[in-house]
């Protein structure tokens, strides 16, 4: 359609469409040769009252044939869009679990990244749910694990044990944690331990 070097073109074979190319590389590529860094796509919702758009990703199971949304980030207003006090958006980011679309993060208006939780209070808010699970934030090095001379460094910051213990632990292999600075939440002490065939207390603040 037009020219093809500054327009739209839509290939006979494979029906690819580009924009700003005449040879897309995909379904759709969108081309462009600009100084100006902004965005190259814009997605307008002309509902009024601060409703967003969004990007969604599909797939189809191979039990049924039923396609699914697999994924998808939106934005949506977090407020009424009425006035300069209530215009403001946050983004929304969904994947599928369990057959069900479920929101793990979410960056609202005032920059607060929330990862398990819907509406984070701090710059970065982590939760786990899931109080059998390892929640909070795990740092890895190296190394498999495996032997005394592969050694992988873990560190779990905020990880629980059925939500009795929290703080941060420290690990030398990927099977076991060999010493803890933890929090004990049963008795609001600070506990310092190390583990040797079995997890022994070295230090407590009270």
């Keep these: 359609v037009g020219n093809s070097a500054t327009t739209m073109v839509v290939q006979g074979n494979g029906g690819n469409v580009g924009i700003g190319t005449g ?5 759709l590529e969108v081309s462009r ?10 997605l307008t919702n002309l509902q009024a009252g601060g409703y967003g758009s ?3 990703w599909k797939s189809v199971r191979s039990d049924g044939g039923s396609v699914l949304t697999a994924a998808e980030i939106v934005v949506a207003g977090e407020n009424a869009w009425n006035s300069d006090g209530n215009t403001a958006s946050q ?10 679309l479920t929101k793990h993060m ?8 929330g990862i398990g939780i819907v509406a984070p209070d701090a710059p970065l808010h982590i939760e786990d749910s899931t109080s059998s699970a390892y929640g909070g934030i795990r740092v890895v090095g190296a190394g498999t694990g495996a032997g005394s001379t592969n050694v992988r460094q873990i560190a779990d910051f905020g990880r629980t044990s059925s939500g ?19 929090a004990k939440t049963a008795s609001g002490n600070i506990a310092f331990e190390v583990y040797s065939s079995g997890w022994q207390e070295r230090m407590r603040i009270s």
């Design 23 to 27: 040879s897309p590389s995909d379904k």
């Design 33 to 42: 040769t600009s100084t100006d860094q902004t965005a190259g796509l814009t």
């Design 54 to 56: 969004g990007i969604v």
């Design 91 to 100: 983004m929304q980011f969904w994947t599928q679990k369990d057959n069900t």
């Design 106 to 113: 979410t960056l609202t208006k005032n920059g607060y990244l």
């Design 164 to 182: 009795s213990d929290s703080g941060v632990w420290l690990g030398g292999r990927t099977d076991e944690t060999t010493a803890v600075i933890g």
